[in-house]
């Protein structure tokens, strides 16, 4: 089931975003996540759009949204990776937003497949300011054809 997150779900959200930010990104220091945990915690998570993926009561995965249709975050917890959570939720938003967009870094070839899976296109690739690490810019865009919505690709 996908909900929109509450403010009890802090802890296990957080949790799933350092566990999910050491596996994806090895080449970027712990220390860095560790040092944005409470920015993240107490900026991002508050002024986001939050979705999380339960079952049977346990918060298997979410997504943040910011700035009308940025995605900031999408995490899984490790042990359920491939079982199609994130799938989910990346559908589920496709649904409310006209548009997305994203950043990753591409040595996170993982994420970097997973987007263009699920339609996302390249549009730029920069250097991301904190960690000096390249990145890819991805976004998808919903548009009109014969009357029924069907996505497609940002140009």
């Known amino acids: 089931m996908i909900r929109k997150f509450k403010e009890e779900d802090t802890v296990k959200v957080m949790t799933l975003w350092t566990k999910g930010n050491f596996k994806a990104h090895p080449f970027i220091e712990?220390?860095?996540?560790?040092?944005?945990?409470?920015?993240?915690?107490?900026?991002?998570?508050?002024?986001?759009?939050?979705?999380?993926?339960?079952?049977?009561?346990?918060?298997?995965?979410?997504?943040?949204?910011?700035d009308d249709g940025y995605i900031g975050a999408l995490f899984v917890k490790n042990d359920c990776l491939r079982e199609?959570?994130?799938?989910?939720?990346?559908?589920?938003?496709?649904?409310?937003?006209?548009?997305?967009?994203?950043?990753?870094?591409?040595?996170?070839?993982?994420?970097?497949?997973?987007?263009?899976?699920?339609?996302?296109?390249?549009?730029?690739i920069q250097i991301d300011e904190a960690t000096r690490r390249k990145g890819i810019c991805y976004g998808v865009e919903k548009m009109m054809i014969r009357g029924r919505r069907k996505n497609h690709a940002l140009q």
């Open 84 to 124: 199609g959570i994130g799938r989910r939720l990346i559908n589920y938003i496709k649904e409310r937003y006209s548009h997305l967009n994203l950043h990753v870094y591409e040595k996170n070839i993982d994420a970097t497949l997973f987007y263009v899976a699920m339609g996302f296109k390249n549009t730029k």
């Open 30 to 66: 712990k220390d860095y996540w560790l040092e944005n945990f409470n920015k993240v915690k107490n900026e991002y998570l508050q002024n986001s759009e939050t979705y999380v993926y339960t079952e049977d009561g346990e918060i298997k995965g979410f997504i943040s949204l910011l």
